[in-house]
């Protein structure tokens, strides 16, 4: 008869630490799934309730300002370790993704916003190999559609300043009087492309890659315990080579995903600094 689950559905992990595939309890009765993003809350402050995914955040955003005031708290000429790497990192979103996206003189304001934003959100996702903690932040979809509002009101606020009301719609809709009789068509496809779909895919797109990768992860790693009996461990070989391959196709995918995140950003912003048709 099967065992009893040591702990419920809406935590984390659902299994015992003594069950093995083949044994009538484990990875059988139970797998990875939605379970596996819900959290209990760990404690409370001043009445709001704080669990893993936000203590994760909150520690990622005071890693992120130390390693940036340590970096650049008093630069020398001669640049240390730590200011090195800094300088590296933001010279590489500067110059890689804000001036071959917005052009020098237009994008250099924006600067500090898209080497914040790709800091976070590759710190947010790094926390998916980090020992102990082994959850990336940004697959819960809260994060990134709060991280694609900061942007869309960005975006959408400076294209009316720069353009007027009139400009901006133009803008928005991809006006040009040339398409003639599909012009009214094109107009509707366009604004709601840009101002319902645009923030939703910049929010799901980093969303959905981190959430997969997080949970192909969990799976091979508990596949991998639950098959450590009988003929079962030759599987279990194989599923911690896929889980070693998994975690490194991770960090790369990590790295690519916040880099994308900018970039989608970036060019977001040179569509509102573009002149209007």
């Given at each position: ?6 702990v419920?559905?809406d935590?984390m ?14 990875f ?86 898209m ?88 929010a ?74």
């Amino acid at each position: 008869m099967p065992k009893e689950l040591a702990v419920s559905a809406d935590q984390m992990l659902a299994f015992e630490t003594d069950c093995h595939l083949f044994e009538g309890c484990g990875f059988s009765t139970v797998s990875p799934g939605l379970h596996s993003f819900v959290f209990k809350p760990l404690f409370t402050v001043g009445g709001y309730d704080v669990n893993k995914s936000m203590l994760l955040a909150l520690l990622g955003t005071i890693a992120i300002l130390w390693f940036f005031q340590a970096a650049f708290g008093k630069p020398k000429v001669v640049p240390g370790k730590l200011q090195m790497i800094g300088e590296a990192g933001y010279d590489f979103i500067r110059r890689g993704v804000v001036y071959e996206t917005i052009g020098k003189k237009e994008g250099e304001k924006y600067v500090p916003l898209m080497v914040a934003l790709f800091f976070f959100v590759w710190v947010m996702n790094l926390w998916s190999v980090i020992p102990l903690a082994q959850f990336p932040v940004t697959s819960i979809i809260s994060y990134p559609m709060g991280l694609a509002l900061i942007v869309y009101i960005t975006w959408v606020s400076l294209t009316f300043k720069r353009h007027g009301f009139v400009g901006a719609f133009k803008n928005f809709t991809g006006y040009d009087k040339s398409l003639g009789a599909v012009l009214p068509m094109s107009m509707t496809i366009e604004f709601f492309s840009n101002l319902l779909v645009r923030p939703f895919t910049h929010a799901v797109r980093l969303f959905a890659n981190m959430f997969a990768g997080h949970l192909l992860i969990v799976m091979f790693t508990v596949a991998t315990w639950y098959m450590l009996s009988g003929i079962g461990i030759a599987f279990a070989g194989v599923s911690f080579v896929m889980t070693i391959a998994m975690t490194a196709f991770e960090l790369f995918i990590q790295a690519v995903q916040a880099y994308v995140f900018v970039l989608l950003a970036s060019s977001y912003i040179q569509g509102a600094l573009a002149e209007s048709h």
